[in-house]
T-cell receptor, first 114, second 115 residues
């Protein structure tokens, strides 16, 4: 079984400040973790994924995510937020030997204030 | 880049109509998915397909059916549309090799309103 939680429905941050969007997961084996972004009236776009190796994964648009096995977390981060980063962010998890159907979190709305 | 194209961005249909939502991908992906997205409920999987003519039910298949006659095309069918099927519908595809670590590629969605 696998599950993923995004504990915050909404995150507010001022432009230029660092941002963090949280994700925790539960899987039966080694996790494969993904972040997606959804802009208004659009589909989801893949941002980055963790498969193995370096715990810090770099992705599109200056985003990165830190894998923490002991805390079963995969938080999305960016050093300096832009107003254009305002969107809905989804975390997803699968695991080695699992199905090809990832489990998605419910999403976190990121609002970056000018 | 993978392109997943959904034929309509907006649709308005009447209760009881049969509705077809079409999705085409251009990357020869084996796996295709239909999700619906509703505020506060996240993404819910309706059906998926791992090969031509193969389909499996997701979490909320009631009231829906699907068709995959060609590898690149995956259609979602609402046999008799109801107002509770008003939603955003998202199609996605993924590669068959190492499927569990392949990201999904999504279309831009179809916002369906049933009146």
């Amino acid at each position: 079984a696998q599950s993923v939680a995004q504990p915050e429905d909404q995150v507010n941050v001022a432009e230029g400040n660092p941002l963090t969007v949280k994700c925790t997961y539960s899987v039966s084996g080694n996790p494969y973790l993904f972040w997606y972004v959804q802009y208004p009236n659009r589909g989801l776009q893949f941002l980055l994924k963790y498969i193995t190796g370096d715990n810090l994964v770099k992705g599109s648009y200056g985003f990165e995510a830190e894998f923490n096995k002991s805390q079963t977390s995969f938080h999305l981060k960016k050093p300096s937020a832009l107003v254009s980063d305002s969107a809905l962010y989804f975390c997803a998890v699968n695991f080695q030997g699992g199905s090809y159907i990832p489990t998605f979190g419910r999403g976190t709305s990121l609002i970056v204030h000018p | 880049d993978v392109k997943v194209t959904q034929s309509s961005r907006y649709l308005v249909k009447r209760t009881g109509e049969k509705v077809f939502l079409e999705c085409v991908q251009d990357m020869d992906h084996e796996n295709m998915f239909w999700y619906r997205q509703d505020p506060g409920l996240g993404l819910r999987l309706i059906y998926f397909s791992y090969d031509v003519k193969m389909k499996e039910k997701g979490d909320i298949p009631e009231g829906y059916s699907v068709s995959r006659e060609k590898k690149e095309r995956f259609s979602l069918i609402l046999e008799s549309a109801s107002t509770n099927q008003t939603s955003m519908y998202l199609c996605a595809s993924s590669a068959g090799d190492n499927s569990y670590n392949s990201p999904l590629h999504f279309g831009n969605g179809t916002r369906l309103t049933v009146t």
